[in-house]
T-cell receptor
Framework: SQTIHQWPATLVQPVGSPLSLECTVE??????LYWYRQAAGRGLQLLFY??????ISSEVPQNLSASRPQDRQFILSSKKLLLSDSGFYLC??????????????FGNGTRLTVT | GENVEQHPSTLSVQEGDSAVIKCTYS??????FPWYKQELGKRPQLIID?????GEKKDQRIAVTLNKTAKHFSLHITETQPEDSAVYFC?????????????FGPGTSLSVIP
């Protein structure tokens, strides 16, 4: 079966510090990978998606970047955090079914507080 | 632009009653409609989904209906239980090149009162 791991679970970082969140998927190959952000009491905002190694697309301009160095590894980064970067970050994967929609499977999330 | 609206934003029901959450979408290319449940502090999890070639789907106490003409879809929970309390997100999705373009609704916070 497929599993998705995301870490750390919680993180408190000062403004201006760097960020690195990591996500790995097991049990599947060539997954589509996503980073979402959820502000407190709000919906899910897509930040980045990736359909393959080294292929990253951004949905919204921001202070963050993403990388996919391996097939099942997705990393969210920032060089200098802003207060507005605080939120609940969720990694997700979906199966590439060549045109057939498939559901998103989310990781447990990282709660980031920028102070 | 692409948008999914969801109503109500909050919903309180007595245990045993039914709960209905309604969503509308704007992108006529959407052909897949999943529903996610998110308990407090946890990740969203898929509870049911429906594809555009189906008008209704049921799984035990949960059912989803879809009206493609009107671009409406709804979640129905019968015989609600306290463990149904959570935030529910609807979503509309279509394949965009090779990834799933998913637009989420803003969520409905459901409280089931024992």
């Amino acid at each position: 079966s497929q599993t998705i791991h995301q870490w750390p679970a919680t993180l408190v970082q000062p403004v201006g510090s760097p960020l690195s969140l990591e996500c790995t998927v097991e049990g599947t190959s060539n997954p589509n990978l996503y980073w979402y952000r959820q502000a407190a009491g709000r919906g899910l905002q897509l930040l980045f998606y990736s359909v393959g190694i080294g292929q990253i697309s951004s949905e919204v301009p921001q202070n963050l970047s993403a990388s996919r160095p391996q097939d099942r590894q997705f990393i969210l980064s920032s060089k200098k955090l802003l207060l507005s970067d605080s939120g609940f970050y969720l990694c997700a994967w979906s199966r590439d079914r060549f045109g057939l929609n498939s559901p998103l499977h989310f990781g447990n999330g990282t709660r980031l507080t920028v102070t | 632009g692409e948008n999914v609206e969801q109503h109500p934003s909050t919903l309180s029901v007595q245990e045993g009653d039914s709960a209905v959450i309604k969503c509308t979408y704007s992108d006529s290319a959407s052909n897949y409609f999943p529903w996610y449940k998110q308990e407090l502090g946890k990740r969203p999890q898929l509870i049911i989904d429906i594809r555009s070639n189906v008008g209704e789907k049921k799984d035990q106490r949960i059912a989803v209906t879809l009206n493609k003409t009107a671009k409406h879809f709804s979640l129905h929970i019968t015989e609600t239980q306290p463990e149904d309390s959570a935030v529910y997100f609807c979503a509309a999705s279509h394949m965009k090149t090779s990834y799933d373009k998913v637009i989420f609704g803003p969520g409905t916070s459901l409280s089931v009162i024992p």
